[in-house]
């Protein structure tokens, strides 16, 4: 990527993470009835699969995309699930705020469901975290990118948090090693470039090449994906020292990544959720998204 590139796409992931930090709004006013399942959806915000299922964490709720592309709610909670990840074992872990005259605090925690999104249950955190990046290692430990505090914090069992880090990041990878150097390798998207801790979280150093990424997503020690802030996929190999790039998301600027394996790759862009069978080179739309008023 070249220097203007380079600075363009900085720019761009900039203002993203302005729009996403702290200081966002998290009032939860957009109106419910813009996801009317026959509409399409904007802000999304995660992505993740069970078993051939697709699962669309959005700012009025999680749905699943029916056969005709048209998206359909997952249980009644139309909750803005911020940060959401689907645990290897089928878990699902997100964060996020209530729908609006909802009851309970305005942060939610972190809040899990094990019947793939038809209930959830409060694990911690609430009135006091809203996570907008949630990952898991090979050994269940929990990462999460507080947005409240501007910080990683990292759990064992969902409960009980540690500290980490205080950094101003976009979205975060764990390494899926689960022995050797690459264990407790924890990956963070900046405006800067990605960064890298070795140390599970407690510091990161600086950005490991002038590639500004948006999105990452570690699904095989050789195989990291990540969607730049115009929407080229890119593959690392060696933990994002270096980048090759594999194709140009369609539907515009990304707004979630996930790898499923070093084949299945999802991702939302402007107009839709995608998914690709061959490793991100072609992919095919599962859903319809309507681009909200502000962009994001």
């Known amino acids: 990527m070249n220097k203007h590139l380079t600075a363009l796409a900085a720019a761009v992931l900039a203002l993203t993470l302005s729009a996403c930090g702290p200081s966002a709004d998290r009032t939860g006013s957009a109106d419910p009835a813009n996801a009317a399942e026959g509409a399409g959806l904007g802000h999304i915000h995660g992505l993740g699969a069970s078993g051939s299922t697709v699962y669309v964490a959005t700012h009025q709720g999680v749905y699943t995309p029916a056969a005709n592309g048209r998206p359909t709610l997952v249980g ?52 006091e975290v809203d996570f907008h990046a949630l990952d898991t ?26 500290d980490r880090a205080a950094l101003r990041a976009l979205d975060i990878a764990v390494s899926p090693a689960t022995g050797g150097k690459a264990a407790g390798t924890v990956l963070a998207t900046t405006e800067q470039g990605v960064v890298r801790s070795t140390d599970d979280g407690r510091t990161f150093g600086a950005p490991l090449s002038p590639q500004v990424v948006a999105y990452v997503s570690w699904a095989a020690p050789d195989a990291l994906f990540g969607a730049d802030p115009s929407g080229t996929l890119l593959r690392s190999a060696d933990g994002g020292a270096s980048w090759t790039r594999v194709s140009r998301l369609p539907g515009g ?10 084949r299945r790759v999802l991702a939302a862009t ?14 095919v739309r599962r859903m319809a998204v309507a681009s909200a008023a502000d962009g994001h």
């Open 137 to 162: 290692a090979p050994d269940a430990t929990v990462y999460g990118y507080d947005a409240t505090n501007g910080r990683l914090r990292v759990s064992r069992d969902g409960v009980a948090w540690e």
């Open 76 to 127: 009644t909670r139309k909750d803005d699930f911020m940060g959401f990840t689907v645990t290897p074992e089928g878990t699902f872990l997100a964060s996020g705020h209530p729908a609006p005259g909802g009851d309970g605090p305005a942060d939610l925690g972190l809040i899990e469901s094990t019947d793939r999104g038809a209930t959830w249950t409060t694990r911690s955190l609430a009135g």
């Open 253 to 262: 600027a990304p707004q979630a990544l996930t790898a499923v394996d070093g």
């Open 270 to 283: 402007t107009d839709g959720v995608y998914e690709s069978s061959d490793g991100g080179r072609t992919f």
